[in-house]
């Protein structure tokens, strides 16, 4: 790929990454860890979703799967190939595993995940591995520090409402 190829690679990364903050921006507004996902075939978005777990009482409602389910109904094949899945947060082992059955081409993720990233951070299963039938590429970091941010500040507000006294508690009321 040559440098202009690669510059106009990274715009509509960046450019689709963006769309996953906003979906992201949704899944907090809902009191959901703020994680959002864009499936794109063919530079069109073909799917969408954000974190849902709490709200749908479904543990697998993270915003890869959704995004992954909106677009299977909306292209109607549970097969994604040559699509190119944008989520703000490295995905866990669970939607990596998601991520290779449905054939999805390329993953690009915004922040690492420490604690459970499935694409090098604390397991390797993307890119896919080779044991594996379908290989899935993958680029980390785009808007890393953006993706991290919403993140850092969405379990900082959290930590802060659990530590904070209630209000007219204590005052003998």
Known sequence: MDSVQQDESGA???RFMQRAL?????????????VGAVLV????????GWNR?????????????NALRDAARRLQN???PDTTLYVTLEPCPMCAGAIVHARV???VFGATDPKGGAAGSVFD?????????H???VDGGVLATRCAERLREFFRARRRAQVAPSAGAGDGV
């Open 78 to 80: 549970y097969r994604l």
């Open 105 to 107: 081409s390329r993953v």
């Open 125 to 133: 299963l993307l890119p896919s591995d080779g044991r594996f039938n």
């Open 53 to 65: 777990p709490i709200g749908d009482r479904d543990p697998s409602a993270h915003a890869e799967i």
């Open 12 to 14: 509509l990364d960046r």
């Open 135 to 137: 290989r899935v590429e």
């Open 22 to 34: 906003e979906l992201a921006a949704r899944a907090e507004q809902q009191g959901e860890v703020p």
């Open 41 to 48: 075939r063919e530079g069109v978005v073909v799917g969408e």
